[in-house]
C-alpha cells in the first residue's frame, strides 16, 4: 500500500490497517489519530510531524522510522521494533506506551516523553539527550549504554533494570 491510498481510505473513516506493508511510505506530516497499524512494516518510512495520538502500533516493524517531532500521546508502541528509529524533538509523547519494545540505537534527543512506559525495553544505545523524561516507567529495561545526558528524570520507575556504562548528566 502506499501513501496515497493509505490516507485516502483514512479520509473515509478507515482505520484499521493491521499487518500493512508500507515500508518507506512517506506520510510526513499527516493526521492519523487513532490509526490501528499493529502489526504493519514502515520500516525506513518518514512520519516525521505526523500526528499519532492514540495509535495503535504494537508489534510493528519500525526499523529506522523518522517519528521526529511527531505526536504520541497515548500511543500504543508494546512489542514493537524501533532499531534506529529517530524520534528526537517529539512535540508530545505523553503516556506513550514503549513496554517490550526493542528501542536500541535509537535517538530520543529532546523528546517529550512525559509518563512514557519503557518497562521490559531494550534501550541499550539509546540517546535521550535532554528529553524530558518526568514520571517515565523504566523497570526492568535495559538501558546499557545508553545516554541520558542533561535528561529530566523526575518522579521516573525505575526496578531492576540495567544501568552500565551510562552518561548520566541529568537536570532535575
Do not use: P
Not at 508500507?22 to 502489526?39: A, E, F, S
Not at 512489542?79 to 505523553?94: F, I, M, P
Amino acid at each position: 500500500m502506499d501513501a496515497e491510498e493509505l490516507l485516502q481510505k483514512y479520509s473515509q473513516g478507515i482505520r484499521n490497517f493491521l499487518g500493512e506493508n508500507l515500508r518507506g511510505v512517506d506520510l510526513k506530516g499527516g493526521d492519523l489519530n487513532g490509526i490501528d497499524l499493529r502489526g504493519s512494516d514502515l520500516n525506513e518510512a518518514d512520519l516525521s510531524n505526523t500526528n499519532l495520538n492514540n495509535a495503535r502500533l504494537e508489534a510493528a516493524d519500525l526499523s529506522r522510522v523518522n517519528l521526529s517531532k511527531a505526536k504520541l500521546v497515548q500511543t500504543q508502541f508494546i512489542r514493537g521494533y524501533l532499531l534506529g528509529a529517530n524520534l528526537s524533538e517529539l512535540v508530545d509523547g505523553t503516556s506513550v506506551n514503549l513496554s517490550w519494545a526493542d528501542i536500541s540505537d535509537a535517538d530520543l534527543s529532546k523528546a517529550n516523553l512525559k509518563s512514557a512506559n519503557f518497562s521490559n525495553s531494550n534501550l541499550e544505545k539509546t540517546n535521550f539527550n535532554e528529553a524530558i523524561l518526568t514520571s517515565a516507567n523504566f523497570s526492568k529495561a535495559s538501558l546499557q549504554t545508553a545516554n541520558l545526558a542533561i535528561a529530566k528524570l523526575e518522579g521516573q520507575v525505575c526496578h531492576k533494570q540495567i544501568y552500565l556504562k551510562l552518561n548520566l548528566l541529568w537536570q532535575i
